[in-house]
């Protein structure tokens, strides 16, 4: 199944899903988040290159969760977050490599009290990633294969991870996040080169 099929079929399974939780949606809760990311290189086609170079950056956004009336603790959190990603190697001649991205996240949590003042979340669930742009010396191109002078590829226009991870949130108010997202569908069009995506945060619930 390509990228294309695949997101649609995630649409639908999320529209589905918002359908079920605006039914029987007791409350929701806005969040605006803003952390650490860094994002490394796997997959058949990777060069050596990207596998050795992690990109670091920063994401912020808004993120919103919808409690279920009749299950206790399960909610339902999509939300919409800016990604930028930069690094660069060599001291003599510097490669620099930049990625920027949407990424929308469609995720199932579950959610319990640890103490009066602090309550613990776990999720995972599909993230989409729209219009990802990058660059090793060419805008919008990725080299792959073994030999950094093998010919640079476009990145595919939009990729799909699965994450999972985990949220303590303080007093209603503020909420710390840390989450992994491993790489489902290729990043480079033609090749197997893939993304997994560490983040670390603090979101700001209102």
Sequence with gaps: MNTVKKFFVILLSAAALLVCVNASAQSTEWRAGVGYASTSFNGDDCSTYL???N????YFGLGKELYFSTMAGLTFEPGVYFYYLSGKSGMNDPKFIK???L???LNIKYNFDASSEMMIGLYTGPALNIGTGGNVYSKDKFITNTDISDAMHKFATMNIQWGFGATAAFS???QLRIGYAL????LVREHEVHNNTFTVGVAFMF
């Design 51 to 53: 596998q050795e170079h």
């Design 55 to 58: 990109l670091g950056g920063v």
């Design 99 to 101: 990625m920027t991205y």
């Design 103 to 105: 990424n929308i996240p």
């Design 172 to 174: 209603e108010a503020v």
């Design 183 to 186: 790489g489902l569908t290729r």
